[in-house]
């Protein structure tokens, strides 16, 4: 079912950057470039998710899995998914918006340098200038005007978002939402949904992201449920012009 990516009308690349979409199956990237580059990722894209179709064909178990799984896949992108399922106690499955993120936008590398690839309210970027990004928890929160950071994205960053609340993503928890920062897309994804699931209410944000803070797994998070927030890591937080909508 397709579900409207509404907030791609609050986004802004500058007048430098070529912004174009790119869908193909379940696939919906909103990629912005040096110049427009949509065969190329049409091209990438079409040979990520064959992999991906590929290996769940012989391995049915990797889509449907809820714990991590493990293969002897030679492919990158499946090791990379296993990897972060593992490492956050999820399924496979749980990252593959990042990761077809990173996949795609680390291809296109080789035509711009500058690349921000935004799947389903996932993104992965590469660019020489800091970026800026807004986490929306949703009309109902306190923080409906969205929460503002800037990044160094100069060696690729990932910045993946899960919600309780928002959206279509399967959550086990009720977080507004949950951003997680890593430089890996795949780590990124499947962290946000492990952090999200174990949001149940407002007294649970800030052990989550202290135990973040602890074992520093992640460049960085932020999280909120009701009038709850917690933030950690290195990010600017940045003020924002009112929204409207």
């Not at 690729?156 to 949950?178: E, H, M, N, Y």
Request: charged share 20%; hydrophobic share 40%.
């Amino acid at each position: 079912m397709y579900t409207e990516r509404y907030y791609r009308k609050w986004t802004s690349s500058g007048s430098s950057l070529r912004t174009f979409r790119v869908v193909l199956g379940e696939s919906d990237l909103q990629i912005y470039a040096d110049k427009c580059l949509r065969n190329e990722a049409l091209t990438i894209l079409a040979q990520v998710r064959q992999t991906l179709h590929s290996h769940i064909a012989l391995n049915p178990v990797f889509q449907r899995s809820l714990t991590p799984v493990s293969s002897d896949s030679s492919s990158s992108l499946i090791t990379e998914m296993e990897e972060a399922g593992r490492r956050w106690n999820t399924g496979p499955m749980a990252s593959v918006a990042g990761a077809i993120a990173q996949a795609v936008g680390t291809g296109l590398l080789a035509h711009s340098r500058t690349v921000i690839v935004e799947n389903g309210g996932d993104v992965w970027a590469c660019s020489e200038r800091p970026l800026e990004f807004l986490v929306y928890p949703g009309e109902a929160s306190p923080f409906s005007q969205g929460i503002g950071f800037s990044l160094d994205a100069t060696r690729g960053i990932s910045v993946c978002t899960s919600s309780g609340r928002i959206g279509p993503s399967f959550s086990l928890g009720s977080a507004d939402t949950v951003t997680a920062i890593h430089r890996n897309g795949a780590q990124a994804d499947a962290a946000a949904t492990a952090l999200a699931n174990q949001i149940r209410g407002e007294s649970d944000v800030t052990r989550i992201v202290e135990e973040v803070a602890c074992r520093r797994k992640l460049k960085a998070v932020i999280a909120t449920c009701g009038e709850s927030i917690g933030i950690w890591g290195d990010i600017h937080l940045i003020e924002r012009e009112q929204r409207n909508v």
